[in-house]
């Protein structure tokens, strides 16, 4: 049986590829699809899980597939527009290292019994949980870099000039890198392995 949730997973990639290649083609008409296919490639980006629920499909891997999946799309659009001279080359490099680091300490404590979030977080502070753990932040930093990735496209487009879509999409992209930071920080610091010894399993 085709795990329907693990192939969302990877045509959503794909679409976002797809999407960016879109962002070096001459012409307004092809960034204004590319706006359209991203709010599409973010509107996706639950439909993974909401299938490996509806059919009993959840496992392990789709999980690490899942936040493959998440990390590939996210890479994908800051390096692109990086490439673009949209963003500083700086804001992907950040979001690479932050990732890198976060998702290494994730799996290894994953086979200790810890969760990112729930019970047996890693996070052992009440700030490193709100940060981290909380759905309000959760929500929150994927809306900021959801809005960023449009918003740069839009900064790109012909619109009024009024509207100052080019400096809402800076505000918007550096607010995603400091929640990248403060999300990142309670990880590298508060997880039982990488200043500490080895945790045991809770």
């Known amino acids: 049986m085709i795990n329907v949730a693990n192939v969302v997973t990877v045509a959503r990639v794909f679409l976002a590829l797809i999407t960016l290649s879109l962002l070096f083609l001459p012409g307004e008409s092809y960034r204004w699809a590319a706006f359209i296919l ?25 999980g690490m597939l899942d ?10 659009y800051w390096i692109v527009y990086s490439v673009l001279g949209w963003v500083p080359v700086w804001v992907p490099l950040l979001f690479l ?5 976060v998702d290494a300490i994730r799996a290894y404590l994953s086979e200790k019994g810890f969760t990112a979030f729930g019970a047996n977080t890693m996070m052992q502070t009440g700030l490193g949980k709100f940060l981290v753990a909380s759905n309000f932040s959760r929500f929150t930093y ?8 449009c918003l740069l496209i839009l900064a790109h487009v012909s619109l009024n000039p009024n509207w100052h879509i080019g400096d809402a999409a800076t505000v918007t992209v550096y607010i995603a890198c400091i929640f990248c930071v ?13 200043f500490a010894d080895t945790p045991k399993q809770p």
Do not use: H
């Open 182 to 194: 403060l999300r990142g920080l309670p990880v590298l610091f508060e997880a039982p392995v990488l």
């Open 67 to 76: 936040i493959a999946g998440d990390r590939v799309v996210e890479m994908a």
């Open 97 to 101: 290292v932050r990732g890198t680091f």
């Open 142 to 149: 994927a809306v900021v870099k959801a809005v960023a990735f």
């Open 38 to 62: 991203t709010i599409l490639v973010i509107w996706a980006d639950g439909l993974d899980g909401y299938f490996a629920r509806l059919l009993n499909q959840s496992s392990k891997f789709g």
